[in-house]
């Protein structure tokens, strides 16, 4: 696969290659002998990067400039996962998606500030952040916390035991594949279930608006509590092998995002200004689907893609090459976000109307999370079944009727 991959793969490749390898925050905790020994394996290993790089830039000449795998192949891929939907069907909903989230936008706009638009709200929101990087790390560990107390005290959804995430500054040799922030999950067959959430130092006081108090809040929410850090730690304990090793990228995704919204439904920092970035992010997540599905099937070129990201959503040109990079060698998953997220609330909203007045929430989200990591299609007939016996159980249903 490699002598055949597109540029965009390369050049990605060749910037992993070349950042080499950063150990200063591990070497400060090591003995002279066992210094000096990291050391020589470390040259060596530099050595066989720096081969690495000139090979994968060699090869670069050879490099073709279509990515894009085709709408047949996309399909296939998405049939794969278990996505019932088709390709076109979930262009729609991403179109449809941007124009409804962006007119919402500018109704939470008009809320905090009529006279001034979009992009200067974006810009006052995210100059409201933490002095210093050492202050933001201690609000991420509070808004944490928060997130996870509310999850409880608002019956969302049943924590599990032996479960913990630590909040820590990002060692060096990952901060050039961590520009902000990352979740790191844990391992499936840990007793004790610790996640870890790493925090990458900004490179300078600009990049500090990527931490602001409204951005903290959201990916707390998405990261953590309820997101993924529960969904995950909910997972592992799942007693089938298969599960644990089988997930949905469409209900990962889509779960935590989901989240972000249903906890500002419940009052969860439910203020305009809280809404407009969770907002933003969404018409992100739209954008996303469109430009995925397009990029993939030919029908949108790599600049056409940057500067759709761009005109939509505000992003960075920089942010937006980035993220176009990405989603030429991930085909199929940026739009598993929202269309994750669409899955699970239409499956919330059937449920409701099943179970009428019957309909808990904390008992809707335990049986989406309890059943592993899967693919949305699984977990919607796993549900099904959970609904008919809890009809059964209240008498509205006989043993003999189906949904």
């Known amino acids: 696969i490699i002598h055949e991959a597109a540029d965009t793969i390369f050049h990605v490749m060749v910037l992993l290659a070349a950042k080499g390898v950063e150990f200063e925050d591990v070497m400060k905790e090591l003995k002279n002998n066992e210094l000096n020994l990291l050391k020589r394996r470390i ?26 795998i085709g709408r047949d192949m996309l399909e296939r891929r998405l049939e794969l996962r278990g996505i019932e939907m088709g390709i076109d069907s979930i262009l729609k909903l991403g179109q449809g998606y941007l124009q409804k989230e962006k007119k919402k936008l500018n109704r939470l706009a008009r809320k905090i500030d009529a006279h001034i638009s979009v992009e200067e709200i974006t810009r006052e929101l995210k100059k409201n952040h933490p002095r210093s990087f050492s202050e933001a790390l201690k609000e991420y560990r509070k808004e944490i916390s928060r997130a996870r107390n509310f999850v409880k005290k608002r019956n969302f959804a049943s924590l599990p035991q032996n479960e913990e995430l630590k909040v820590q500054e990002t060692p060096h040799f990952l901060r050039h594949v961590t520009p902000f922030a990352a979740y790191f999950r844990p391992a499936k067959f840990d007793k004790n279930q610790i996640g870890i959430y790493m925090v990458t130092p900004p490179e300078n006081e600009e990049m500090m608006k990527e ?31 298969i599960r644990l090793l089988s997930e949905g990228t469409e209900f990962v995704e889509g779960w935590a995002h989901y989240c972000e919204e249903a906890v500002k439904d419940l009052g969860y920092n439910d203020t305009p200004e809280h809404r407009f970035l969770q907002t933003l992010d969404l018409v992100w997540r739209a954008a996303r689907i469109i430009v995925d599905i397009r990029l993939s099937c030919g029908e949108m070129s790599f600049e056409e893609a940057v500067n759709f990201l761009v005109e939509q959503t505000g992003m960075e040109r920089e942010g937006a090459e980035a993220e176009v990079k990405r989603y030429t060698y991930t085909p199929g998953g940026p739009l598993s976000y929202l269309l994750g997220k669409h899955l699970i609330e239409k499956i919330r909203e059937e449920t409701e109307e099943k179970l009428g007045s019957d309909f808990e929430l904390k008992w809707f989200h335990d049986m989406m999370l309890k059943n592993g990591a899967i693919p949305i299609k699984y977990l919607r007939g796993i549900l099904e079944e959970e609904v008919n016996q809890k009809l059964i159980q209240t008498g509205k249903k006989s043993h003999t009727n189906n949904i």
Do not use: V
């Open 211 to 241: 931490h602001n108090y409204c951005s903290i809040s959201n990916t707390s929410i998405h990261e953590a509590y309820p997101g993924h850090h529960l969904q995950l730690t909910l997972a592992n304990q799942h007693p089938s092998l």
């Open 43 to 68: 040259e060596k290993l530099e050595e066989k990067l720096e081969d690495y790089e000139s090979w994968l830039k060699y090869k670069m000449q050879d490099a073709r400039e279509d990515f894009a």
